[in-house]
């Protein structure tokens, strides 16, 4: 079996892959600082009540926004599980061109998701991750990273609604019953949602406009994806687990 895992500014995801098939997820907090026994014990935990033997883990692969986390992560995976895990990065074998300008700035999260998109879902493809940015990023016919555009996440604005604001309450983000809000959380919740709504319909069209490619499948990921692509047309195709499906395509690479 193969474990990946997504480090990400808000949530470190695991999924655990037999061959093809995601079998299981799971997942701990970034913010919250651990030693590498710490990291270990939640794994072996984790795996097991998932009754998976730490046995039958037979490789890893990560991807990582996040620096500081990495090295007591990475002696957990050595530590716990007896595998040197491959990390994302330069040197790597991914099959997306990144022709961007500063091809070293675009963060390894992007570049699986869109191995995931081009790999699962063909080319030219728009992919957009709803997660504490919002990222677009355009993968043309042939396979190359041409384009990024990268925007506040529904939390951010909403931590700043609430933190900024005195008066403003720390909210549930979700679609409220309608856009004519008649009291502060519901206005703020239709300002969130509909405001991200907006963003990504006015990106999605000018990206695709300005780019000239035609017949561009656009895929969504990210935990907030789904309440936006369920009310927009623009998102074709809203998959949950694209990002780890993209560490599973990398590592498939490698072999």
């Not at 390894?108 to 992919?127: K, M």
């Not at 384009?147 to 909403?158: L, M, Q, Y």
């Not at 319909?201 to 656009?218: A, D, F, L, W």
Request: aromatic share 6%; glycine share 10%.
């Amino acid at each position: 079996m193969l474990l990946t895992i997504d480090v990400g500014n808000t949530n470190i995801t695991f999924g655990i892959f037999d061959k093809k098939e995601l079998i299981t997820t799971f997942r701990m907090t970034t913010k919250q600082l651990r030693t590498s026994d710490e990291y270990g014990i939640g794994i072996i935990d984790m795996l097991e009540r998932n009754h998976i033997a730490r046995t039958e883990v037979e490789d890893v692969i990560t991807s990582s926004v996040v620096p500081n986390v990495m090295h007591s992560l990475n002696s957990a995976v050595i530590k716990y599980l007896g595998i040197t895990p491959i990390i994302v990065g330069p040197g790597i074998k991914t099959g997306i061109r990144v022709v961007t300008e500063n091809p070293k700035q675009i963060g390894s999260d992007r570049i699986v998701d869109a191995v995931g998109a081009y790999d699962l879902y063909g080319g030219p493809v728009l992919v957009l991750d709803f997660g504490t940015a919002t990222t677009y990023d355009l993968v043309d016919a042939k396979g190359a990273f041409v384009a990024g555009v990268t925007a506040p996440g529904i939390r951010i604005s909403a931590k700043a609604l609430w933190q900024d604001a005195a008066k403003l309450p720390e909210i549930e983000i979700r679609k409220p019953y309608s856009i004519l809000a008649q009291e502060t959380i519901s206005s703020m919740q239709a300002g969130l949602v509909y405001g991200q709504i907006g963003q990504t319909e006015y990106i999605v069209k000018n990206m695709i406009k300005e780019s000239g490619y035609e017949n561009v499948k656009v895929v969504a990921t990210g935990g907030l994806g789904r309440i936006i692509a369920n009310e927009t047309n623009c998102i074709d195709v809203y998959d949950p687990q694209l990002t780890l499906n993209g560490l599973r395509l990398i590592y498939e690479k490698q072999r």
